[in-house]
């Protein structure tokens, strides 16, 4: 059983971090070399269609490690579940504090109503999301070395 969670936990966050290194850097530098429009309509789209998927799949990666966790306890390398568990903590409240209130406006931007420092805030966005992928790295790289 133990080995079953372990590997679901792996591959779910593995797809997550995956994902998420995606959008940093490869489909937002996309958007950015698009015209302004197109580029900003992408990422408002992106925004809802991620803003709506990501809160679940965070949360699921953190309830599977934490399961992992419990379950393993009496197991070597269950020390670098927990430190993986507390950066995917790491990551939902930088989400939660840092990205989600950008996200919000972002997502209901248009070409008519956007703010004129749409670009700044989308810019500030990427820059905490680099962070935040790195976390989730780290914590995907901590679940793998549990392994071992």
């Known amino acids: ?10 591959v779910v966050v593995g797809v997550m971090v995956g994902v998420e290194f995606s959008v940093a850097f490869v ?3 996309i958007f950015s070399g698009l015209p302004d429009d197109s ?16 809160p679940f799949w ?6 599977l490690s934490a399961v992992w966790t419990i379950t393993g306890w009496q197991h070597p390398g269950t020390g670098l579940v927990v430190i993986a ?13 840092l990205l989600v209130p950008i996200n919000n406006r972002g997502k209901t931007w ?5 703010p004129a420092d749409w670009k700044q805030q989308m810019d500030r966005w990427d820059r905490y999301h680099y962070v935040r992928v790195a ?9 793998v070395a549990a392994l071992t």
């Open 110 to 114: 248009t070409a008519d109503n956007r």
């Open 58 to 63: 965070y949360i699921g990666s953190l309830v």
């Open 135 to 143: 976390v989730i790295i780290a914590a995907f790289a901590l679940l």
């Open 39 to 54: 580029n900003q309509a992408a990422r408002s789209h992106g925004g809802r269609m991620l803003g709506a998927l990501m």
């Open 1 to 10: 059983m133990l080995g079953t969670l372990e590997v679901v936990t792996i």
């Open 27 to 29: 489909m937002n530098r």
């Open 85 to 97: 568990a507390a950066l995917l903590i790491v990551s939902v409240i930088m989400s939660l504090l």
